[in-house]
């Protein structure tokens, strides 16, 4: 959906002071800064164990593949489910109240 700018007379920091606008920012941190942590803290897991659990990384699974392979093809997987459960979300969530709130402010409301 192609949308035209809003007006360059919007009040931007009464936009910012909002009380959409701040639930907004407040959603889109709840869901990203605990999702961000999670696949940060799995990420350098998987570079600690790479680096220094040589042992448990070479363990055979099933003929030659093994548990830092799984762990690796693992970083890709939960990248790209990382991705989609966020589209999903700002889909259903955040762009309905970004749409919302940029009609208030091009109809002059905030």
Do not use: C
Request: hydrophobic share 50%; aromatic share 16%.
């Amino acid at each position: 959906m192609a949308t035209t700018s809003p007006t360059p007379s919007a009040d931007w920091e009464e936009v910012e002071r909002s009380e959409e606008f701040r639930a907004l920012r407040s959603r889109h941190s709840r869901f990203v800064f605990p999702l961000s942590a999670a696949f940060i803290i799995w990420y350098f897991g998987y570079v600690l164990l790479a680096a220094y659990a040589t042992d448990f990384m070479a363990t055979p699974v099933f003929g030659a593949v093994n548990v830092g392979l799984l762990l690796g093809l693992g970083q890709f997987v939960t990248t790209f489910a990382i991705t989609a459960w966020y589209v999903n979300h700002a889909n259903k969530v955040f762009d309905p109240a970004a749409e919302a709130l940029y009609d208030k402010i091009e109809s002059g409301s905030i």
